[in-house]
């Protein structure tokens, strides 16, 4: 959830009614009255199966590329997302606005139809999300390059994942360059003083596999990586790991 003064926004919706105001009463507030828009970064059930739910809650506009939304449509054919009519279909590199808030889709590299990351601007302030993507191409460097905020994937340990109860097909999907990232992947990348300029005010570290994956790992990989930072690129803001379980924040910003 990502707020405003004056708007509300939702990127993607892969948990029901229930978790969704479980998560916010236990971060000690009420689910908010308004949500300008849901927006999806693409069709994979843990990140799309309550769209239609939301959508109808809020009542607001879901905001999605035509081939996310085609594949949506194919992955639920009886479901109420059939009859959603306040779709807004978006293209990755053409901005938009809803309310005060400039949001910029770009292209990610995953198995998926047409997957987006997003980055938002507000007040001076940049928030970038960006998961579910098997390597770090030079346009998502960019995109993500000056972020205050920053939600970036740290999916998996390569050593847990290669002895881990996956299937062979499964582990080569997940390392694959349309699958997920590392943790090795994640810490070269805060390492390097050229792409990650080291202002933001808050990392996050998400999408972290139960199965392979330890937060441990995955937060001792990335302070490591801070720590050799070259001199005068010192990160002086906070690391956090997010859960599958339990919320994380509120941040203000």
Not at 60 to 86: D, F, N, S, V
Not at 124 to 139: C, N, Q, R, S, W
Request: charged share 25%; with cysteine.
């Amino acid at each position: 959830m990502l707020e405003t003064e004056h708007t509300a926004l939702l990127i993607d919706a892969g948990i029901g009614k229930k978790e969704m105001l479980r998560r916010f009463e236990a971060l000690g507030r009420a689910k908010p009255e308004r949500v300008d828009g849901i927006l999806v970064t693409h069709e994979h059930s843990d990140h799309s199966s309550a769209i239609a739910q939301y959508a109808r809650l809020w009542n607001c506009p879901t905001y999605l590329t035509a081939p996310t939304h085609r594949e949506i449509l194919k992955m639920y054919p009886e479901g109420p997302i059939q009859k959603m009519e306040r779709v807004e279909h978006i293209h990755a590199g053409q901005k938009f606005e809803i309310g005060d808030i400039e949001i910029n889709p770009f292209a990610i590299p995953h198995d998926a139809a047409d997957p987006v990351g997003y980055t938002f601007r507000a007040g001076g302030v940049k928030v970038a999300i960006v998961t579910d993507l098997g390597y770090l191409p030079e346009l998502v460097k960019h995109h993500i390059r000056d972020a205050d905020f920053l939600i970036l994937e740290s999916n998996h340990d390569l050593e847990m994942l290669k002895v881990g109860p996956y299937p062979w097909h499964i582990k080569q999907r997940v390392m694959s360059r349309t699958g997920h990232l590392s943790n090795a992947v994640v810490s070269e990348f805060l390492a390097d003083t050229e792409v990650f300029v080291g202002h933001a005010r808050h990392v996050v570290l998400a999408h972290i596999s139960e199965q392979n994956n330890n937060p441990d790992l995955a937060r001792i990989s990335a302070e490591e990586a801070l720590a050799r930072r070259a001199e005068g690129f010192t990160f002086r803001g906070m690391l956090h790991l997010a859960s599958q379980q339990i919320p994380l924040g509120p941040f203000e910003l």
